[in-house]
């Protein structure tokens, strides 16, 4: 089983909302990743967990929350959000391999979209 | 500060011909390399890596070749089939993170 998965596909939220974005990989993969992605942009790195544990925070708001609770599962609590904050937010895991960023699988993307 | 660029927004190929994708990096502490490729409403998907340590990198119709000196690397695809139409990401990692380029949008021509 190679797949990440995401849920949900699709959200839209308004500004006063909370909502979470999950993701789960079955790999035995020790890291995962957040990532967000906007229109005909690069993947921009938000978070990282190693062993469970949070490794990197690129200067994220504190409206997104971050949330690892097991070794395959990585949640991503948003509130307050701003419009500028909808874009496609990726899921993605690998192995840990010390400084070396091994490949990572990532999954198909939460379409964000707040109003 | 963009440290992974990839100057071509878009490429044209017709099929069967070699496909040639382009990327600069700027940071000499990036110690491997990796290419992705997107189809739209999917995340990334893995295609190839190369290790600083080498300048080639082959498996199939993908080759990926790195100029430590010129900062550069390149995926060259042979023969380019139509299923290789997307948009192509290279990214450079170093210290747990990954750095994608801007992408190039590949499309291959029947």
């Known amino acids: 089983d190679t797949e990440v998965t995401q849920t949900p596909k699709h959200l839209v939220m308004g500004m006063t909302n909370k909502k979470s974005l999950k993701c789960e990989q079955h790999?035995?993969?020790?890291?995962m990743y957040w990532y967000k992605q906007k229109a005909k942009k690069p993947p921009e790195l938000m978070f990282v967990?190693?062993?469970?544990?949070?490794?990197i925070n690129e200067s994220v708001p504190s409206r997104f929350s971050p949330e690892c609770p097991n070794s395959s599962l990585l949640n991503l609590h948003l509130h307050a959000l701003q419009p500028e904050d909808s874009a496609l937010y990726l899921c993605?895991?690998?192995?840990?391999?010390?400084?070396?960023?091994?490949?990572?699988?990532f999954g198909p993307g939460t379409r964000l979209t707040v109003t | 500060d963009q440290q992974v660029k990839q100057n071509s927004p878009s490429l044209s190929v017709q099929e069967g011909r070699i496909s040639i994708l382009n990327c600069d990096y700027t940071?000499?502490?990036?110690?491997?390399f990796l290419w992705y490729k997107k189809y739209p409403a999917e995340g990334p998907t893995f295609l190839i890596s190369?290790?600083?340590?080498?300048d080639k990198n082959e498996d199939g119709r993908f080759t990926v070749f790195l100029n430590k000196s010129a900062k550069h690397l390149s995926l060259h695809i042979v023969p380019s089939q139509p299923g290789d139409s997307a948009v192509y990401f290279c990214?450079?990692?170093?210290?747990?993170?990954?750095?994608f380029g801007t992408g190039t949008r590949l499309t291959i021509i029947p």
């Open positions: 993605a895991s690998s192995q840990v391999s010390g400084r070396i960023v091994p490949e990572q699988y």
């Open positions: 790999m035995g993969h020790r890291a």
């Open positions: 967990y190693s062993y469970e544990k949070l490794s």
């Open positions: 940071n000499s502490m990036f110690d491997y």
């Open positions: 190369i290790s600083s340590i080498k």
């Open positions: 990214a450079a990692g170093g210290n747990e993170k990954l750095t």
